[in-house]
């Protein structure tokens, strides 16, 4: 399985992007998810999706953030909204023990 995470970027304090996960090889319905990493800090669970079992938010993120399939990208996205400067991170997918290789999302004015 091979993952690629896509759609980090610069974003201004308040604004959205939305992060796409391509499990190439993988199971749409595997369990997927979105860790983050910020500057010295320990990699952290932000999101959950397995299967049809209620998905998961960590509390930094809950009401900001929601993770779900893109079925017609056949991706697992994660929509960020009201963004803060303390989702400055590199973003990661996992599935099973396979990772991907991050994309960065800054948020800073």
């Known amino acids: 399985v091979q993952l690629q995470a896509s759609g980090g970027g610069l974003v201004q304090p308040g604004e959205s992007l939305t992060l796409s996960c391509a499990a190439l090889g993988g199971w749409l319905f595997s369990r997927i998810d979105w860790y983050r990493q910020a500057p010295g800090k320990q990699r952290e669970l932000v999101a959950s999706?397995?299967?049809?079992?209620?998905?998961y938010h960590t509390d930094a993120v809950k009401g900001r953030f929601t993770i779900f399939r893109n079925i017609g990208k056949n991706t697992v996205d994660l929509y960020m909204a009201s963004l803060k400067p303390g989702d400055t991170a590199l973003y990661f997918c996992k599935t099973g023990p396979h990772w991907g290789q991050g994309t960065h999302v800054t948020v800073s004015s």
């Open positions: 999706i397995d299967g049809f079992d209620p998905t």
